[in-house]
Protein backbone atom coordinates (compact mmCIF):
# COMPACT_ATOMS: atom_id res chain seq x y z
CA UNK A 1 0.00 0.00 0.00
CA UNK A 2 1.64 3.56 -0.94
CA UNK A 3 2.06 6.09 1.80
CA UNK A 4 -0.48 9.17 1.55
CA UNK A 5 2.45 11.19 0.32
CA UNK A 6 3.39 9.02 -2.44
CA UNK A 7 -0.51 9.18 -3.15
CA UNK A 8 -0.32 12.67 -3.25
CA UNK A 9 2.53 12.66 -5.59
CA UNK A 10 0.88 10.68 -8.25
CA UNK A 11 -2.13 12.22 -7.92
CA UNK A 12 0.09 15.51 -8.86
CA UNK A 13 1.68 13.58 -11.60
CA UNK A 14 -2.01 12.88 -12.69
CA UNK A 15 -2.95 16.53 -12.68
CA UNK A 16 0.25 17.55 -14.87
CA UNK A 17 -0.96 14.80 -17.56
CA UNK A 18 -4.00 16.14 -17.52
CA UNK A 19 -2.60 19.90 -18.75
CA UNK A 20 -0.43 18.43 -20.91
CA UNK A 21 -3.14 16.28 -22.24
CA UNK A 22 -5.15 19.91 -22.49
CA UNK A 23 -2.41 21.45 -24.44
CA UNK A 24 -1.99 19.09 -26.86
CA UNK A 25 -5.77 18.93 -27.44
CA UNK A 26 -6.04 22.02 -27.89
CA UNK A 27 -2.82 22.34 -30.44
CA UNK A 28 -3.53 18.74 -32.63
CA UNK A 29 -6.16 19.15 -35.64
CA UNK A 30 -6.45 20.19 -38.97
CA UNK A 31 -5.27 23.31 -38.42
CA UNK A 32 -2.14 23.39 -35.68
CA UNK A 33 -1.48 25.96 -33.11
CA UNK A 34 1.20 25.75 -31.71
CA UNK A 35 1.71 25.37 -27.70
CA UNK A 36 3.25 29.20 -27.59
CA UNK A 37 0.21 30.98 -29.00
CA UNK A 38 -1.85 28.60 -26.45
CA UNK A 39 0.02 29.70 -23.87
CA UNK A 40 0.11 33.59 -24.84
CA UNK A 41 -4.02 33.09 -25.29
CA UNK A 42 -4.34 31.89 -21.45
CA UNK A 43 -2.05 34.42 -20.60
CA UNK A 44 -3.79 37.11 -22.09
CA UNK A 45 -2.16 37.20 -26.09
CA UNK A 46 -4.04 37.70 -28.72
CA UNK A 47 -4.46 35.29 -31.77
CA UNK A 48 -5.59 35.40 -35.26
CA UNK A 49 -9.07 35.75 -36.03
CA UNK A 50 -9.25 32.09 -37.48
CA UNK A 51 -7.13 30.49 -34.54
CA UNK A 52 -9.15 31.72 -32.07
CA UNK A 53 -12.48 30.72 -33.09
CA UNK A 54 -11.27 27.80 -33.39
CA UNK A 55 -9.58 27.35 -30.01
CA UNK A 56 -12.55 28.50 -28.01
CA UNK A 57 -15.80 27.02 -30.28
CA UNK A 58 -14.36 23.80 -30.50
CA UNK A 59 -11.59 22.47 -28.99
CA UNK A 60 -12.06 24.30 -25.73
CA UNK A 61 -15.34 22.70 -25.94
CA UNK A 62 -13.92 18.93 -26.57
CA UNK A 63 -11.05 19.28 -24.59
CA UNK A 64 -13.89 20.04 -20.92
CA UNK A 65 -16.51 17.85 -22.24
CA UNK A 66 -13.79 14.87 -22.48
CA UNK A 67 -12.89 15.40 -18.81
CA UNK A 68 -16.26 16.16 -17.64
CA UNK A 69 -17.45 12.79 -19.30
CA UNK A 70 -14.30 11.06 -18.25
CA UNK A 71 -14.71 11.85 -14.63
CA UNK A 72 -18.17 10.89 -14.38
CA UNK A 73 -17.87 7.16 -16.38
CA UNK A 74 -14.68 6.84 -13.91
CA UNK A 75 -16.64 7.36 -10.69
CA UNK A 76 -19.69 5.69 -11.78
CA UNK A 77 -17.38 2.47 -12.92
CA UNK A 78 -16.12 2.49 -9.18
CA UNK A 79 -19.45 2.62 -7.66
CA UNK A 80 -20.83 0.11 -9.56
CA UNK A 81 -17.51 -2.50 -8.67
CA UNK A 82 -17.80 -1.63 -5.09
CA UNK A 83 -21.28 -1.87 -5.07
CA UNK A 84 -21.85 -5.51 -6.76
CA UNK A 85 -18.20 -6.58 -5.81
CA UNK A 86 -17.68 -7.23 -9.39
CA UNK A 87 -14.01 -6.36 -11.18
CA UNK A 88 -15.81 -6.23 -14.89
CA UNK A 89 -18.92 -4.40 -13.75
CA UNK A 90 -18.98 -0.83 -15.35
CA UNK A 91 -21.46 1.91 -15.54
CA UNK A 92 -23.71 0.85 -18.17
CA UNK A 93 -24.25 -2.63 -16.16
CA UNK A 94 -27.94 -1.39 -15.01
CA UNK A 95 -29.23 -0.81 -18.57
CA UNK A 96 -28.84 2.99 -18.71
CA UNK A 97 -26.99 3.32 -22.21
CA UNK A 98 -29.79 0.62 -23.43
CA UNK A 99 -32.43 3.02 -22.16
CA UNK A 100 -30.86 5.85 -23.44
CA UNK A 101 -30.22 3.67 -27.11
CA UNK A 102 -33.96 3.18 -26.74
CA UNK A 103 -35.18 6.63 -26.88
CA UNK A 104 -32.90 7.37 -29.52
CA UNK A 105 -34.33 4.60 -31.73
CA UNK A 106 -38.17 5.56 -30.92
CA UNK A 107 -36.75 9.61 -31.81
CA UNK A 108 -35.76 8.97 -35.36
CA UNK A 109 -38.33 6.56 -35.73
CA UNK A 110 -41.34 9.03 -34.85
CA UNK A 111 -39.37 11.81 -36.26
CA UNK A 112 -39.10 9.58 -39.45
CA UNK A 113 -42.18 8.91 -40.00
CA UNK A 114 -44.10 12.62 -39.02
CA UNK A 115 -41.43 15.07 -40.33
CA UNK A 116 -39.59 12.78 -43.29
CA UNK A 117 -36.23 13.86 -43.96
CA UNK A 118 -36.05 16.64 -41.73
CA UNK A 119 -32.47 15.75 -40.22
CA UNK A 120 -31.66 19.72 -38.67
CA UNK A 121 -34.45 18.59 -35.79
CA UNK A 122 -33.36 14.93 -35.70
CA UNK A 123 -29.88 16.14 -34.74
CA UNK A 124 -31.75 18.77 -32.67
CA UNK A 125 -33.25 16.11 -30.18
CA UNK A 126 -31.21 13.40 -29.91
CA UNK A 127 -29.60 14.66 -26.93
CA UNK A 128 -32.61 15.16 -25.41
CA UNK A 129 -34.61 11.89 -26.63
CA UNK A 130 -31.52 9.87 -25.11
CA UNK A 131 -31.78 11.65 -21.68
CA UNK A 132 -35.25 10.43 -21.33
CA UNK A 133 -34.70 7.02 -22.40
CA UNK A 134 -32.06 7.12 -19.61
CA UNK A 135 -34.01 9.11 -17.21
CA UNK A 136 -36.93 6.13 -17.36
CA UNK A 137 -34.85 3.43 -16.84
CA UNK A 138 -33.36 5.36 -13.83
CA UNK A 139 -36.88 5.75 -12.25
CA UNK A 140 -38.24 2.09 -12.59
CA UNK A 141 -34.45 1.20 -11.23
CA UNK A 142 -34.95 3.25 -8.37
CA UNK A 143 -38.75 1.87 -7.78
CA UNK A 144 -37.48 -1.41 -8.04
CA UNK A 145 -34.33 -0.77 -5.75
CA UNK A 146 -35.65 -1.19 -2.35
CA UNK A 147 -37.62 -4.50 -2.88
CA UNK A 148 -34.96 -6.39 -4.35
CA UNK A 149 -33.28 -7.74 -2.12
CA UNK A 150 -30.47 -9.83 -3.94
CA UNK A 151 -28.05 -7.23 -5.42
CA UNK A 152 -27.17 -9.74 -8.15
CA UNK A 153 -30.39 -9.66 -9.51
CA UNK A 154 -30.72 -6.18 -9.75
CA UNK A 155 -27.67 -6.60 -12.34
CA UNK A 156 -29.23 -9.12 -14.35
CA UNK A 157 -31.78 -7.47 -14.60
CA UNK A 158 -30.15 -4.51 -16.32
CA UNK A 159 -28.10 -7.43 -18.40
CA UNK A 160 -31.41 -8.92 -19.29
CA UNK A 161 -33.14 -5.38 -20.27
CA UNK A 162 -30.15 -4.14 -22.26
CA UNK A 163 -31.20 -7.96 -24.42
CA UNK A 164 -34.53 -6.29 -24.46
CA UNK A 165 -33.39 -2.92 -26.04
CA UNK A 166 -30.63 -5.08 -28.17
CA UNK A 167 -33.57 -6.82 -30.20
CA UNK A 168 -35.69 -3.50 -30.54
CA UNK A 169 -33.07 -1.66 -31.56
CA UNK A 170 -32.55 -4.55 -34.53
CA UNK A 171 -35.82 -4.16 -35.77
CA UNK A 172 -35.19 -0.98 -36.05
CA UNK A 173 -32.10 -0.87 -38.15
CA UNK A 174 -33.71 -3.93 -40.54
CA UNK A 175 -36.79 -1.19 -41.45
CA UNK A 176 -35.24 2.36 -40.62
CA UNK A 177 -34.39 4.71 -43.78
CA UNK A 178 -30.52 4.66 -44.66
CA UNK A 179 -30.34 8.28 -42.90
CA UNK A 180 -31.94 7.17 -39.82
CA UNK A 181 -29.95 4.60 -39.59
CA UNK A 182 -26.61 6.47 -40.01
CA UNK A 183 -27.72 9.23 -37.23
CA UNK A 184 -27.86 6.31 -34.53
CA UNK A 185 -24.54 4.86 -36.05
CA UNK A 186 -22.85 8.29 -35.34
CA UNK A 187 -24.56 8.62 -31.78
CA UNK A 188 -23.76 5.27 -30.63
CA UNK A 189 -19.90 5.80 -31.57
CA UNK A 190 -19.87 8.02 -29.06
CA UNK A 191 -17.81 11.91 -29.44
CA UNK A 192 -17.15 14.49 -27.22
CA UNK A 193 -16.95 17.07 -30.29
CA UNK A 194 -20.46 17.93 -29.90
CA UNK A 195 -21.25 19.95 -26.82
CA UNK A 196 -20.38 23.17 -26.10
CA UNK A 197 -23.04 26.57 -24.93
CA UNK A 198 -25.60 25.67 -22.78
CA UNK A 199 -25.80 21.79 -23.36
CA UNK A 200 -21.78 21.90 -22.04
CA UNK A 201 -22.92 24.02 -18.88
CA UNK A 202 -25.42 21.71 -18.01
CA UNK A 203 -23.84 18.58 -18.78
CA UNK A 204 -20.63 20.06 -16.76
CA UNK A 205 -23.20 21.18 -13.35
CA UNK A 206 -24.81 18.02 -13.42
CA UNK A 207 -21.56 16.10 -13.20
CA UNK A 208 -20.05 18.17 -10.78
CA UNK A 209 -23.02 17.79 -8.63
CA UNK A 210 -22.73 13.92 -8.48
CA UNK A 211 -19.31 14.04 -7.70
CA UNK A 212 -19.04 16.11 -4.97
CA UNK A 213 -22.12 14.11 -3.51
CA UNK A 214 -19.90 10.77 -4.64
CA UNK A 215 -16.79 11.69 -2.76
CA UNK A 216 -18.93 12.71 0.58
CA UNK A 217 -20.08 8.73 0.36
CA UNK A 218 -16.85 7.35 0.27
CA UNK A 219 -16.79 6.62 3.77
CA UNK A 220 -19.58 4.45 3.47
CA UNK A 221 -18.07 2.69 -0.10
CA UNK A 222 -15.29 1.98 2.22
CA UNK A 223 -17.82 0.11 4.37
CA UNK A 224 -19.61 -1.63 1.43
CA UNK A 225 -16.01 -2.77 0.41
CA UNK A 226 -15.88 -4.86 2.87
CA UNK A 227 -19.15 -6.87 2.20
CA UNK A 228 -22.93 -6.63 3.35
CA UNK A 229 -22.64 -8.27 6.98
CA UNK A 230 -19.75 -6.09 7.33
CA UNK A 231 -22.04 -2.87 6.41
CA UNK A 232 -25.20 -4.01 8.27
CA UNK A 233 -23.15 -4.45 11.47
CA UNK A 234 -22.10 -1.25 11.62
CA UNK A 235 -25.33 0.42 11.12
CA UNK A 236 -25.07 0.69 7.48
CA UNK A 237 -28.95 0.72 5.43
CA UNK A 238 -28.12 -1.80 2.23
CA UNK A 239 -31.83 -0.53 0.94
CA UNK A 240 -30.80 3.47 1.26
CA UNK A 241 -26.90 2.52 -0.40
CA UNK A 242 -28.88 0.79 -3.23
CA UNK A 243 -30.96 4.26 -3.87
CA UNK A 244 -27.85 5.67 -3.79
CA UNK A 245 -25.77 3.87 -6.33
CA UNK A 246 -28.88 3.45 -8.70
CA UNK A 247 -29.63 7.00 -8.65
CA UNK A 248 -26.25 8.79 -8.46
CA UNK A 249 -24.65 6.22 -11.53
CA UNK A 250 -27.81 6.40 -13.48
CA UNK A 251 -27.61 10.46 -13.14
CA UNK A 252 -23.80 10.18 -14.42
CA UNK A 253 -24.15 7.89 -17.12
CA UNK A 254 -27.56 8.65 -18.46
CA UNK A 255 -26.02 12.19 -18.89
CA UNK A 256 -22.76 11.00 -20.30
CA UNK A 257 -24.66 9.08 -22.89
CA UNK A 258 -27.14 11.84 -23.47
CA UNK A 259 -24.39 14.41 -24.48
CA UNK A 260 -21.64 12.08 -25.48
CA UNK A 261 -23.18 8.93 -27.42
CA UNK A 262 -22.43 5.19 -25.28
CA UNK A 263 -18.61 5.99 -24.30
CA UNK A 264 -16.96 2.38 -23.92
CA UNK A 265 -14.68 1.24 -21.47
CA UNK A 266 -13.41 4.15 -19.45
CA UNK A 267 -16.06 3.51 -16.89
CA UNK A 268 -14.66 -0.20 -16.91
CA UNK A 269 -11.16 0.04 -16.80
CA UNK A 270 -10.26 4.03 -14.97
CA UNK A 271 -10.82 2.30 -11.25
CA UNK A 272 -8.90 -0.73 -12.57
CA UNK A 273 -5.71 1.33 -13.40
CA UNK A 274 -6.11 3.54 -10.28
CA UNK A 275 -6.16 0.93 -8.12
CA UNK A 276 -2.92 -0.88 -9.83
CA UNK A 277 -1.07 2.19 -9.76
CA UNK A 278 -2.28 3.68 -5.97
CA UNK A 279 -2.21 -0.15 -4.71
CA UNK A 280 -4.66 1.04 -1.99
CA UNK A 281 -8.37 0.23 -1.42
CA UNK A 282 -9.38 3.37 0.43
CA UNK A 283 -12.27 5.30 -1.19
CA UNK A 284 -11.29 8.72 0.16
CA UNK A 285 -8.54 8.01 -2.30
CA UNK A 286 -9.56 6.09 -4.74
CA UNK A 287 -12.23 7.97 -5.73
CA UNK A 288 -10.34 11.41 -6.65
CA UNK A 289 -7.58 9.70 -8.35
CA UNK A 290 -10.18 7.51 -10.64
CA UNK A 291 -11.98 10.44 -11.61
CA UNK A 292 -8.46 12.28 -12.42
CA UNK A 293 -7.79 8.48 -14.15
CA UNK A 294 -11.02 8.66 -15.98
CA UNK A 295 -10.21 12.73 -17.40
CA UNK A 296 -6.90 11.10 -18.52
CA UNK A 297 -8.36 8.34 -20.43
CA UNK A 298 -10.84 10.62 -22.17
CA UNK A 299 -8.49 12.81 -23.03
CA UNK A 300 -5.84 10.79 -24.27
CA UNK A 301 -8.58 8.53 -26.75
CA UNK A 302 -10.05 12.02 -27.98
CA UNK A 303 -5.96 13.36 -28.85
CA UNK A 304 -5.76 9.92 -30.75
CA UNK A 305 -8.88 11.01 -32.50
CA UNK A 306 -8.05 14.61 -33.39
CA UNK A 307 -4.63 12.94 -35.61
CA UNK A 308 -4.57 12.58 -39.05
CA UNK A 309 -3.31 9.29 -39.47
CA UNK A 310 -3.65 9.61 -43.38
CA UNK A 311 -6.50 7.45 -43.98
CA UNK A 312 -8.76 10.35 -44.88
CA UNK A 313 -11.16 9.45 -42.12
CA UNK A 314 -11.59 10.33 -38.54
CA UNK A 315 -11.59 7.18 -36.07
CA UNK A 316 -14.50 7.05 -34.34
CA UNK A 317 -14.39 7.89 -30.52
CA UNK A 318 -15.26 4.33 -29.51
CA UNK A 319 -13.10 2.48 -31.98
CA UNK A 320 -9.87 4.38 -30.41
CA UNK A 321 -11.45 3.12 -26.53
CA UNK A 322 -11.71 -0.21 -28.01
CA UNK A 323 -8.66 -0.73 -28.77
CA UNK A 324 -7.14 0.66 -25.67
CA UNK A 325 -9.57 -0.68 -23.54
CA UNK A 326 -9.78 -4.30 -24.66
CA UNK A 327 -6.12 -5.13 -23.89
CA UNK A 328 -6.57 -3.89 -20.40
CA UNK A 329 -9.64 -5.78 -19.56
CA UNK A 330 -7.87 -8.87 -21.05
CA UNK A 331 -4.68 -8.50 -18.88
CA UNK A 332 -7.65 -8.08 -15.92
CA UNK A 333 -9.06 -11.19 -17.22
CA UNK A 334 -5.78 -12.96 -16.90
CA UNK A 335 -4.64 -11.73 -13.87
CA UNK A 336 -7.95 -12.79 -12.29
CA UNK A 337 -7.46 -16.41 -13.71
CA UNK A 338 -3.84 -17.28 -12.04
CA UNK A 339 -6.02 -15.88 -8.79
CA UNK A 340 -4.81 -12.21 -8.23
CA UNK A 341 -6.76 -9.00 -8.75
CA UNK A 342 -6.22 -5.53 -9.34
Known amino acids: MLRSNESFKIIILQVCSILILALAILSVGPVEISFNEILSFVFGGKLSVENEAILVSFRLSKMFTAIAAGSALAISGLIMQTYFNNFLAGPFVLGVHSGASLGVVIWLASTSFFLGESNWLVSLGLPLASLIGAVLVMVVLIFLAPVISNKSLLLVMGVLFSYFTSGIISIFISIA ?95 HVTRFVFKIGDHRVLLPATTLTGAILAMFAELLVSIDFGIGVTIPLNAILGIIGGPIVFAILWQNRKGFAI
Open 177 to 271: RDSDIRSFLVWSLGSFEKISGDRLIIMSSVIMVGSVISFLFSSTLNTLFLGDRYARSVGVSIKRVRFFVVMLTSVLTGTVTAYCGPVAFIGMISP
